[in-house]
């Protein structure tokens, strides 16, 4: 016979509402947890859908994501033809808000010739930019219908596709527009005097800039090799992938990730001290019961044993309410909440380490009840 | 025969220098098979020590104590798995019957052998032959908070029986039962007693009991003041 399980199912009702409680709590966690994951998924999300190998710069900067960049739109030709690119596309960046039916929403407009590389991997609805000017695919997270219409710097956008799971690193929407229009939308937002010399046709007088080239390589093309053949161009900088993807999750989201990962150590911690602190008081509320079993000769592993597998199924079930509840809220948060097996199985762990822990305590307290306890009223 | 509980000049001293408190002083008892012997006497009077020390919680500071012929202290030597011995010699009967709330009464009874390593379905077959041998097996899927006092302590006995001790020791084990009730349980310790030749000690206040005793043990500022053959 199992004492643990007997018990709980003789205080069903009170062991189902401290699961539910410890869940809550746990859910806490393990939703902090989510977050901090999703905020590495969202910032590499827009350079893992480009499937870019190469990101060509301007010269002493790290951009687009980390620093801002501005290099000649006919920079992608030039780079389109060093020796190992496959393809290349040119690409604008820039945070504005647009007036939508809904009201007016933050995203980041993304510049990009259909047809080249720098468009969205993959559309979820509707279609891809076509030839015409002023269309726009969106995210999903922009909450925009197909065929709706948005404004952009006084101009008016038709919505044509939809992505999902495409947002900046600071979790605005992406969209997607023609690189033309994206450029002529970057000089709107530049500042007066930028616009004053952009008219009086000086030599930064074109709006012909990109933020960015992207290159796909061939199969056998070294990265490295030819980012240093990019480099060597005195105006340029190139970036590998791998450098990109380290930058945005060291550099442009750190704060933030360390920010998250810090109160999710600090929630753990103040889950591992009301864990302890619910099976310390389970214990001690069967004192006499345990008193009982010490002076009938049950073995000090029968004691352990009850307090510990108490400790686990309590921390199963919250943890199991935890999970259930997060997954069914994910969609609410405004931010990505990225688990996957890993993290939960990871989370699980660390729940059954604290469940451990935490009973340590209460098996200490249990072990040094007297059996005389059980005797007299 | 030897007895089955048997003290020699057991004395136990709580504390040291001025403090100490002498609980028991030389205190000789011997309970034989098929006895039941009360033990009673006002409080402070080293009762419930007395108890403890035959139960095997609480080491005495000289003096001897033998369980069945096997000597258990003997103020150099020390049985060394003290909690084996309670749960293979020693049965228990409570006050407060100390069921675990959380077990019915079948499971109850069944805990001490599957302490002891007896099959779990052994132990169940044997844990309602003592309920019924109890007079309480329609009661044997019942919860403890469903048992009346009387229903509850006779459980409580049948669990005490459930390693076939040679040694019961009862705690007022009717000190929470009216008169009729109580008297049912004394006549089962008894029945016990006799059936399977077992010692039976029981520390009690209650007067109206003091008749079920073959023997009654009053102790007084931890000595043996008195002791009276009873029952015949």
Redesign the interface.
């Known amino acids: 016979?199992n004492?643990a399980l007997?018990?709980i199912?003789?205080?069903l009702g009170r062991f189902l509402m401290t699961g539910v409680g410890l869940g809550l709590l746990m859910a806490v966690a393990l939703s902090m947890v989510g977050i901090y994951q999703g905020v590495v998924a969202e910032a590499l999300a827009l350079s893992r859908s480009l499937r870019a190998d190469l990101w060509v710069v301007e010269e002493g900067t790290r951009g687009p994501f980390a620093e801002s960049s501005r290099i000649p739109g006919d920079v992608r030709a030039m780079v389109a033809r060093l020796p190992g690119v496959a393809d290349a596309g040119a690409i604008t960046l820039s945070t504005t808000e647009m007036q939508a039916p809904q009201g007016i929403i933050r995203v980041q407009v993304m510049g990009y010739e259909p047809g080249r590389p720098g468009g969205p991997a993959a559309i979820a609805s509707g279609r891809a930019l076509g030839g015409v000017r002023r269309e726009m695919v969106a995210d999903a997270r922009a909450g925009l219908r197909l065929g709706a219409v948005v404004t952009i710097g006084g101009d008016r956008y038709r919505v044509v596709g939809t992505t999902r799971g495409l947002v900046a690193s600071g979790g605005d929407p992406l969209v997607f527009v023609h690189l033309r229009d994206a450029q002529e939308l970057q000089f709107k937002l530049a500042p007066a005097a930028a616009r004053r010399a952009v008219a009086a046709g000086g030599a930064a007088g074109s709006i012909d800039t990109v933020n960015a080239v992207i290159a796909r390589l061939s199969p056998d093309a070294d990265p490295d090799g030819v980012a240093g053949t990019a480099r060597r161009w005195k105006h340029l900088s190139a970036l590998t992938d791998a450098e990109q993807s380290a930058l945005l999750t060291r550099s442009v989201v750190n704060r933030a990730r360390v920010q998250l990962g810090m109160f999710t150590v600090v929630l753990l911690f103040v889950s591992a001290v009301i864990i302890a602190l619910i099976i310390y008081t389970m214990t001690m509320d069967k004192l006499?019961?345990i008193a009982?079993?010490?002076?009938?000769?049950?073995?000090d592993r029968?004691i352990v044993g009850l307090v510990l597998q108490q400790a686990l199924l309590l921390g199963g079930a919250g943890f199991a309410a935890a999970t259930a509840l997060v997954f069914a809220a994910r969609d609410v948060f405004p931010r990505t909440v990225a688990l996957g097996v890993a993290e939960v199985s990871a989370m699980a762990g660390v729940i059954g380490l604290i469940c451990i822990l935490g009973s340590l305590v209460s098996i200490r307290a249990a072990l040094r009840i007297?059996?005389?306890q059980?005797?007299?009223? | 025969m030897a007895p089955l509980v048997q003290l020699e000049a057991v004395s136990k001293v709580f504390g040291t220098g001025e403090t100490a408190v002498r609980a028991l002083t030389e205190v000789d008892l011997a309970v034989e098979a098929g006895e039941v012997v009360g033990l009673k006497g006002p409080s402070g009077s080293g009762k419930?020590t007395l108890?403890?020390v035959v139960?095997c919680?609480?080491e005495p500071s000289s003096g001897r104590l033998l369980l069945d012929g096997q000597v258990v202290w003997d103020g150099r030597y020390r049985i060394g798995d003290l909690?084996?011995?309670?749960?293979?010699r020693i049965g228990?009967i409570?006050?407060?019957h100390?069921l675990?709330?959380?077990?019915d009464a079948t499971?109850n009874v069944?805990?001490?052998m599957?302490?002891?390593g007896t099959d779990?379905g052994a132990a169940r077959a044997r844990a309602r032959e003592l309920l019924d041998y109890l007079q309480i097996g329609r009661r044997a899927s019942a919860?403890p908070s469903r048992l009346s006092g009387g229903e509850a302590q006779r459980v409580a006995i049948a669990?005490a029986l459930a390693n076939r001790p040679r040694v019961i020791l009862a705690?007022?084990p009717t000190?929470a039962l009216d008169s009729e009730r109580a008297r049912v349980v004394m006549d089962l310790l008894r029945q016990v007693a006799r059936d399977q030749q077992a010692a039976v000690l029981v520390v009690t206040h209650d007067e109206k009991i003091f008749d079920r005793f073959d023997r009654m043990v009053a102790l007084r500022d931890g000595r043996v003041e008195q002791v009276e053959a009873r029952a015949a």
Do not use: C, V, W
Request: glycine share 6%; hydrophobic share 45%.
């Open positions: 016979m004492l007997a018990d199912r003789h205080n006499r019961e009982t079993l010490k002076l009938i000769g049950a073995p029968t007297e059996p005389a059980a005797l007299g009223g | 419930s108890l403890n139960a919680i609480l909690r084996r011995l309670r749960r293979e228990f409570f006050q407060f100390n675990l709330p959380f077990l499971e069944a805990l001490p599957t302490l002891a779990p919860m669990r705690d007022e000190a």
